[in-house]
């Protein structure tokens, strides 16, 4: 049936889901090749389906257009229109406004209309589920928007402008919200299992008065980023104002740290930097400045290349996908055991036969590759950390820190610089990774952090 443009009217439910986009590019296609598909219309004329194809047609001057009219009850609207519009592409703003709008319904025991399906209802389907069916998105997909739109709403915007993935925005989604809880107070904290071996003090490690000077053969450590997170309530380090207020309250910190190491000791730092108004402050290199100035010599400046890193929102600069860790020493007669790495088309269990234990025929255990391989360099990749270190061992945690690293970063440094008995510190525990890895390794620990983990 035909229908006078002028006495037709989007339906105002279908203007609260979905928005009038592109209508230039349509208005060409209909030129072209005219309306392919009538508009759906209810007993009042409302548009029921084709909402952008009315816009369109009203730009380009038409009087009447072809029209199919369903009778339906308000009640049954948030049906029709997503039946009618299953085949449209949706942004995710609107596929969460159609999620919206029906997935009450069915958890009211109401829902899909038999009369616009030949599907019969599915029994023991969730009403997420079911919602699923009628829009055309996997369940899955529904709980990760509805996660997002809960938690970060601002990233359903940069998902439609093509900046992140569904699955980027979820993952970013979950880091924030877990940061968030781990600065909550806890009726349960992590308790450590002190022992001769593993001593932790929870307090600030600005002085370590607990630890004689000299007494450390090895400091690991990662303490707070400048303007990353809010680690405390009250301000404290990472949370100043300016980034040279940070530069100098950690350098005065680590203080502390050149008083325990001793002369023949290293210290492992591992820093990240911070965008400031969309310029990169080069906050890792400023406090080597400052720590070399402090009597510290660099040895090292090695690049850390994560193989999962944080999806960027940024359209105009690639995304960050690398750390430092700085080695830094008191003088040139630290301790040093060489790692190496496999030779080129060399893998763990090609060693060659003077590398097999002749009574079992198999591989002695080391924590390296002997002979057969070449030095480190300072690019460390997945593929590095895992082909250097043999004993490798899988963090869990039962509270997850906000900012943890990986063991396997620990495990070079530490059988690079340490012997068995040696003492190990991280200034900033956080979960204990250092220490861990030091006790697996035969090392003796000592962690500090304001908080427990």
Not at 375 to 381: E, L, V
Request: charged share 25%; with cysteine.
């Amino acid at each position: 049936m035909k229908v006078k443009v002028s006495k037709l009217t989007p339906h105002p439910l279908n203007l609260e889901i979905y928005d009038l986009s592109s209508i230039e590019d349509l208005m060409a296609s209909i030129t072209e090749m005219g309306l392919l598909q009538n508009l759906v219309i209810d007993q009042d004329n409302q548009v029921v389906s084709g909402n952008r194809r009315l816009e369109a047609i009203k730009r380009l001057g038409w009087t009447d257009v072809q029209c199919d009219r369903i009778e339906m009850s308000p009640d049954d609207a948030g049906s029709y229109l997503v039946h009618y519009n299953k085949q449209r592409v949706k942004t995710c703003r609107e596929l969460l406004n159609e999620v919206n709008i029906t997935l009450p319904r069915y958890k009211l025991g109401q829902g899909k209309r038999s009369d616009l399906t030949s599907v019969p209802q599915n029994k023991g389907y969730s009403a997420r589920d079911k919602v699923a069916q009628d829009i055309g998105i996997s369940s899955s997909q529904i709980g990760k928007l509805l996660f997002i739109e809960k938690q970060s709403p601002e990233l359903i915007d940069l998902i439609d402008q093509g900046i992140l993935t569904i699955s980027q925005a979820y993952l970013q989604t979950r880091r924030w919200k877990k940061e968030e809880e781990s600065r909550e107070p806890r009726s349960r904290s992590r308790s450590f299992k002190e022992s001769s071996s593993f001593l932790f003090y929870k307090k600030s490690s600005d002085t370590m008065l607990e630890i004689e000077d000299s007494d450390a053969d090895l400091i690991f450590t990662s303490p707070p980023y400048w303007n990353k997170r809010k680690y405390t309530k009250n301000g404290g380090l990472g949370n100043e104002r300016y980034p040279d207020d940070y530069v100098q309250n950690l350098t005065s910190h680590l203080d502390g740290c050149f008083r325990v190491l001793n002369e023949t000791g290293s210290f492992f730092l591992n820093l990240g930097d911070t965008y400031q108004d969309g310029n990169l402050l080069n906050i890792p290199h400023r406090v080597i400045l400052g720590l070399q100035d402090r009597g510290w010599m660099l040895r090292n400046t090695i690049i850390w290349s994560k193989t999962n890193p944080k999806p960027s929102s940024s359209k105009t600069n690639l995304t960050p996908t690398y750390e430092f860790i700085f080695h830094l020493v008191k003088e040139l007669g630290y301790k040093y055991d060489q790692i190496l790495a496999p030779l080129k088309h060399t893998t763990r269990s090609s060693h060659s036969p003077r590398h097999r234990n002749l009574s079992s025929g198999k591989s002695k255990p080391s924590p390296y590759i002997p002979r057969n391989g070449k030095n480190i360099g300072d690019f460390w990749t997945e593929e590095i950390v895992r082909s250097a270190v043999v004993n490798q061992f899988s963090t869990d945690s039962i509270t997850e820190h906000p900012a943890p690293f990986p063991e396997d970063i620990v495990t070079i440094p530490l059988l690079q610089t340490t012997e068995q008995g040696d003492l190990v510190i991280d200034p900033f525990m956080g979960t204990g990774t250092t220490g861990k890895v030091a006790n697996q390794y035969g090392r003796r620990f000592i962690g500090y952090d304001i908080q427990t983990y």
